[in-house]
């Protein structure tokens, strides 16, 4: 067991959120590469996200392709979000979507 499934403390199924985004898709890099984990993207894909460096990953090493399911879903969509956290059974969440760009936020918070 490497030093990162350790601190995952044997968790499989790890479902991030917002993981097209700029963080998100850094932290499924480094997990597809570096843990056992099977790893769940949540995102609906808005103006900023961008899943190509995550692509370019699994298309490097297609074992990787197996660890790796995206689901586009909009959040504020309950009814889908719950269904997806119960497909992927997940063991640990990793909440990293947001309206992050100021203006838009002052424009409207809600999301």
């Known amino acids: 067991m490497n030093k990162l499934d350790r601190l995952l403390n044997g ?13 998100g898709s850094a932290l499924i890099r480094k997990l597809l ?7 769940y993207n949540l995102d609906k894909f808005g ?6 460096s995550i692509n370019d990953l699994i298309s490097s ?9 995206c689901i586009n879903i909009d959040l504020s969509n309950s009814k889908d979000t ?17 309206e992050s760009h100021v203006d838009n936020s002052i424009d409207d918070a809600l999301p």
């Open 61 to 69: 090493d297609k074992n990787l392709k197996n660890k790796y399911r």
């Open 82 to 98: 719950f269904d997806a956290i119960r497909i992927s059974d997940a063991n640990l969440i990793i909440h990293l979507a947001a």
């Open 33 to 39: 590469r570096d843990s056992s984990s099977y790893i």
């Open 11 to 23: 968790r499989k199924n790890i479902l991030i959120t917002g993981g097209a985004g700029f963080i």
């Open 47 to 52: 103006y900023a996200s961008d899943e190509s």
